[in-house]
Structure formats: structure tokens, C-alpha cells
């Protein structure tokens, strides 16, 4: 079964880069029939998408955030990666990576990672 682990630091300062690894196991980041995805939940607030990656290693972004992520993968490892620039404690959240499934009826989320906690300080 395909399951899902985050990692990175939980602080960041303002004006840095969020830089977050999901590392898949179960399966091949590159040879599954999952897309790739990134989402967020800051404090008190509901689930925020913020971007995919394609099966050809092209992303698609929330429009919000597009000017500010970066999506990527390391096929060899079985890992992507969401990079996020220029960051405010408005981005201070819960960070999930998860697997995206197409059906006949649209998009499914799932697999998720557990998530992890990552605060914007000074």
C-alpha cells in the first residue's frame, strides 16, 4: 500500500524559502496512476490546495500561490518536493503532501501523509 511521510524544518523566518520533501513508499512516484500533490491548513482555518504535479513532471498551481511555489520531484529517490518563497506568518500551517486519483467522477485525495507542522517566525 502507498504511503506518505513529510519532512523538513517546522521553523522558517519570514522572507525564506519553505522547503518541504514528501517521501512515497509502496510505489514509484513515476510509474503510478497518482498525481502528486501539496496542501496546507493554517491554524483555525479549512484545507488549502496549493498545487500538483503531472505524470511528466510538469505542475499546475493554485492561482494564489503560483508566483510562490515550486513543485518538483526526484524520481530516483521516490520523492517531490514543494518549495515556497518568500514566506509571511500567513503561512504558518499544517503542511500535507497526498496522492491524487482520477475517476470517472473527478478527483480523489489520497493517500495522505501525516502532515507537519511548520511555523513562520522571526
Known amino acids: 500500500q502507498v504511503q506518505l511521510q513529510e519532512s523538513g524544518p517546522g521553523l522558517v523566518k519570514p522572507s525564506q524559502t519553505l522547503s518541504l520533501t514528501c517521501t512515497v513508499s509502496g510505489g514509484s512516484i513515476s510509474g503510478s496512476y497518482y498525481f502528486w500533490s501539496w496542501i496546507r491548513q493554517p491554524p483555525g482555518k479549512g484545507l488549502e490546495w496549493m498545487g500538483l504535479i503531472y505524470h511528466d513532471g510538469s505542475a499546475y498551481y493554485n492561482p494564489s500561490l503560483k508566483s510562490r511555489t515550486s513543485i518538483s520531484r526526484d524520481t530516483s529517490k521516490d520523492q517531490f518536493s514543494l518549495q515556497l518563497s518568500s514566506v509571511t506568518p500567513e503561512d504558518t500551517a499544517v503542511y500535507y503532501c497526498?496522492?491524487?486519483?482520477?475517476?470517472?467522477?473527478?478527483?480523489?485525495?489520497?493517500?495522505w501523509g501525516q502532515g507537519t507542522q511548520v511555523t513562520v517566525s522571526s
Open positions: 497526498a496522492g491524487v486519483s482520477v475517476y470517472g467522477l473527478g478527483l480523489h485525495f489520497g493517500p
